[in-house]
C-alpha cells in the first residue's frame, strides 16, 4: 500500500476504488507528497477508515474537503482493546479534536493517579471496558493484573471526557 503511495492512488484512479483504510502517517504522506494525485480520486470515494494514532487537524480538515461524499470514520482504541470509539468527520465536524465517543456496549473512565475516578473535563488515564477488552496478556499473569482491574483495562493513556461524551 503505502510503501508506494504513487502505485496506490494510480490504481485507485484506475480500478475507481471507493475506500480507503489508512493509519494517520499514510494520510500524512500523501497530504505531503501527493495531494494532487489524492484530489484526483476525492470524489469518488465513499468510505475512509483511519485509526492507530493521533491525526493532524488539518489532515482531517482535508479529508472532509477533499472527499465531500466520503463516510470518514476514525477509531481510537489499542492492541488489547480495539475500536474502543468512533467519530465520522462530516456529521462531528466541531468535535474533530477528539477521538470521539465510546462504541456501544463499551465504558471509559478517566481516573487520577491515585485511581479515582474523576470528573467531566479533568484529565486523567484513560480505562475502558467491555466486550473488547483482552482477557490478558499470553501466560503474563503479573503483567494482565498489572493491566486489568475489574475488567478495566489501563490503557495509560491520557485524556479526558468532554461535557458531550466525547473522548
Not at 489508512?22 to 477508515?49: C, H, L, N, T
Request: glycine residues 8%; proline residues 3%.
Amino acid at each position: 500500500g503505502l510503501l508506494r503511495p504513487e502505485r496506490l492512488l494510480n490504481n485507485m484512479l484506475y480500478y475507481e476504488a471507493n475506500a480507503i483504510s489508512s493509519v494517520p502517517a499514510g494520510f500524512a504522506i500523501i497530504f505531503d507528497y501527493y495531494k494532487d494525485m489524492f484530489e484526483k480520486i476525492g470524489s469518488q470515494i465513499k468510505y475512509i477508515e483511519i485509526g492507530s494514532a493521533f491525526m493532524r487537524k488539518n489532515h482531517k480538515d482535508m479529508l472532509i474537503e477533499l472527499c465531500p461524499d466520503a463516510r470518514i470514520c476514525m477509531h481510537y482504541g489499542l492492541t488489547e482493546a480495539s475500536r474502543t470509539t468512533f467519530i465520522e468527520f462530516h456529521s462531528e465536524k466541531g468535535k474533530l479534536h477528539t477521538v470521539g465517543k465510546p462504541t456501544p456496549n463499551v465504558e471509559i473512565r478517566i481516573i487520577d493517579n491515585d485511581g479515582n475516578t474523576l470528573s467531566v473535563n479533568e484529565t486523567g488515564e484513560i480505562l475502558v471496558k467491555g466486550g473488547m477488552v483482552m482477557q490478558g496478556y499470553w501466560n503474563k499473569k503479573k503483567m494482565t493484573n498489572k493491566s486489568l482491574t475489574s475488567g478495566w483495562l489501563h490503557t495509560s493513556d491520557i485524556g479526558m471526557i468532554d461535557t458531550d461524551g466525547y473522548l
